[in-house]
């Protein structure tokens, strides 16, 4: 990508992607940027202003072609290539994640968990394995792992990180509620339902007032 997108931006991404997805599956060719406005519920000069970051896909008097739109914001997100996850801590959230199959529509496969729980090894969550952590190096020798999720307590989240980083992965996708402390070419995505809920709880605080 030729330009830093602002990750305001990069953050409503997957919103489009999945409205135009969806209109996609109703067969719909082309949108102009006033419809897909009032079905996202944001302004028509919003959507153009995010979407000429990326060199505008629009024409005038047409609107937009959904296919093409799709793909492109769907190349933008990296979702033209297949990505494989492994998860940190196969617990109930670890499983829960795995469990999720809808992941892989959009090239997200997990491909293994990692535990210390010795009761763990040898299980399957669906088909796929869990292996405890002495297993992780040899694992990550021998297979490309493109992402860790750590789902473990969040003690060993930073240690743990540490350890996938040297084991050649660089991208975390973090639900221990810790900041971890990497190197800056290690890209991390922390994901907190709390911080959501707390959110939410703000907001209904401030509406009953
Ligand atoms: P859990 O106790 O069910 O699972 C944790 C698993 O991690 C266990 O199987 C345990 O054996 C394993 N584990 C412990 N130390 C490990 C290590 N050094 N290496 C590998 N595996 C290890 O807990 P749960 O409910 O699945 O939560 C997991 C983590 O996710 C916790 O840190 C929790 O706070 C966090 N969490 C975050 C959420 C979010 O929205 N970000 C939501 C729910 C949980």
């Known amino acids: 990508m030729e330009k830093d997108i602002s990750q305001a931006v ?31 519920k944001v302004t028509a000069s919003q959507i153009r202003q995010d979407l000429n970051n990326f060199g505008g896909f629009g024409q005038q008097g047409y609107g937009y ?5 799709y793909d492109e914001i769907g190349k933008i997100l990296g979702l033209n290539q297949t990505h494989n ?34 009761k763990l090894k040898g299980q399957m969550v669906r088909d796929i394995p869990i292996y405890m952590m002495d297993e992780l190096e040899e694992y990550c020798a021998k297979n490309r792992v493109d992402i860790a999720a750590l789902t473990l307590p969040k003690e060993r989240a930073d240690a743990t990180a540490k350890y996938l980083v040297q084991l050649g992965i660089h991208a975390i996708w ?14 991390v995505e922390n ?16 509406n009953s007032d």
């Open 10 to 40: 990069i953050r409503r991404m997957p919103r489009y992607y999945r409205y135009l997805g969806e209109l996609l599956e109703e067969g719909v060719e082309r949108i102009s940027s006033n419809d897909l406005s009032s079905r996202m």
């Open 65 to 69: 072609n959904v296919q093409f739109l």
């Open 85 to 118: 996850i492994i998860v940190i801590g196969a617990g109930n959230l670890g499983q829960a994640i795995t469990n999720y199959v809808k992941f892989e529509k959009f090239g997200f496969l997990i491909t293994a968990l990692f535990d210390i729980n010795p």
């Open 174 to 187: 973090n639900f221990a509620h810790v900041d971890l402390d990497l190197d800056s070419q290690v890209v």
């Open 191 to 206: 994901v907190h339902l709390s911080d959501s809920l707390m959110q939410l709880s703000y907001n209904i605080v401030k």
